[in-house]
Structures are given as structure tokens and as C-alpha cells.
Nanobody, 128 residues
Framework: QVQLVESGGGSVRAGGSLRLSCTAS????????MGWFRQAPGKEREFVAA????????FYADSVKDRFIISIDSAQNTVYLQMNSLKPGDTAVYSC?????????????????????WGQGTQVTVSS
């Protein structure tokens, strides 16, 4: 059974950095892109970033653009999220997820309902 395992979460002061990793147990058929989502206490889960396995530019939520960088290592079946200039508002459980290719419009990469495999999540806490 395919598993997505996140790591790299933790506690950091505002302005600091963290790097999250998400490793897939295998490069499973039908996985075209990987995304990161986050859920803060009392809030709905929201899109953070996404990238295709073939690489190229990532897709970002406006709230993290220019601070976070998503990257992918196909050989290692791993996707990374480099988080810089962290703010207390970034505190959340971060989860990675996989989605198929279609629909392929760039605007769809933020749609949570299109992701069909999810990791358990890793906690990120940013203190002021």
C-alpha cells in the first residue's frame, strides 16, 4: 500500500526556516503531482504549494509565495518544502498529498478534492 510520510516539522521562532520532506513508499501509478496543504487549529485545510513529478515551476498560495519553495527529487520519490521567513500565522499541521494528472489546468493544483493520497502530517509551530 502506498504511503506518504512527512518529516521535518518542529518549533521555530518567527523569521526562522524549516524544511519539510515527504517521501512516497513507491512512485505509484497515477501520481502526477505532489502538493502540500496545511491546517491550523480551528481552521479549514488550505493549499500551500504543489509541483509536478516532471519538475518545473511550482504552484503557490499567495500567502507563502516568495517565502516557501517546493522542490522534488524523483529518484528519491521525495518532495520538499523549504519554508523561510516563517510567521506565527504559518503554524499548522502540514500534510503532503498526491494527485493524478487530470484536470491539468494550473488553477486546479490548489484543489484539495483532486488529491487522492495523503500523508499523516507534521506539526510546524512558529512562535513570535
Amino acid at each position: 500500500q502506498v504511503q506518504l510520510v512527512e518529516s521535518g516539522g518542529g518549533s521555530v521562532r518567527a523569521g526562522g526556516s524549516l524544511r519539510l520532506s515527504c517521501t512516497a513508499s513507491e512512485r505509484f501509478f497515477g501520481s502526477y503531482a505532489m502538493g502540500w496543504f496545511r491546517q491550523a487549529p480551528g481552521k479549514e485545510r488550505e493549499f500551500v504549494a504543489a509541483i509536478r513529478w516532471i519538475g518545473g515551476d511550482g504552484f503557490y498560495a499567495d500567502s507563502v509565495k516568495d517565502r516557501f519553495i517546493i522542490s522534488i527529487d524523483s529518484a528519491q520519490n521525495t518532495v520538499y518544502l523549504q519554508m523561510n521567513s516563517l510567521k506565527p500565522g504559518d503554524t499548522a499541521v502540514y500534510s503532503c498529498a498526491s494527485r493524478p494528472q487530470y484536470p491539468s489546468y494550473s488553477i486546479t493544483y490548489s484543489r484539495e478534492d483532486l488529491y487522492n493520497y495523503w500523508g499523516q502530517g507534521t506539526q510546524v509551530t512558529v512562535s513570535s
